[in-house]
């Protein structure tokens, strides 16, 4: 069968799955694309778009589909919130300022 069939839509147990976060708070802002593993537990997810947005964990807000995704280390948040390859996960939360210092505009 050709490469182009529908068949690549299946995510395999191997592949990353690409999400590109939102930053609610400054809609302006491009979205942050991650790969996130398939295994990935909702902890790894949020330490990853912390990471990548520079929300800090502890005010970070990760919604997708209207639903929160809840901070817990166990389980597949990928399976369990039906994370799909390019979607869009909406990140709440204020980014820590780039310096940690006053900007002087």
């Given at each position: 069968?050709?490469?182009?069939?529908?068949?690549?839509k299946?995510v395999t147990m191997?592949?990353?799955?690409t999400?590109?976060?939102?930053l609610?708070?400054?809609?302006?802002?491009p979205?942050?694309a991650?790969?996130?593993p398939p295994a990935?537990?909702?902890?790894?997810?949020r330490?990853?778009?912390?990471e990548s947005?520079r929300v800090p964990?502890?005010?970070?807000?990760?919604?997708y589909?209207?639903?929160m995704?809840?901070?817990?280390?166990g389980?597949?948040?990928v399976s369990?919130m039906?994370?799909?390859?390019?979607c869009?996960v909406?990140?709440m939360g204020?980014?820590?300022?780039?310096?940690?210092g006053?900007?002087?505009?």
């Amino acid at each position: 069968p050709e490469s182009g069939s529908g068949y690549q839509k299946l995510v395999t147990m191997a592949d990353e799955i690409t999400i590109h976060l939102s930053l609610t708070s400054s809609p302006s802002t491009p979205r942050v694309a991650i790969s996130v593993p398939p295994a990935a537990t909702a902890a790894d997810l949020r330490k990853l778009a912390s990471e990548s947005t520079r929300v800090p964990l502890s005010s970070l807000k990760l919604i997708y589909r209207g639903r929160m995704i809840p901070a817990k280390e166990g389980g597949n948040v990928v399976s369990e919130m039906k994370l799909e390859d390019g979607c869009v996960v909406h990140v709440m939360g204020k980014p820590a300022a780039a310096g940690g210092g006053s900007d002087g505009a």
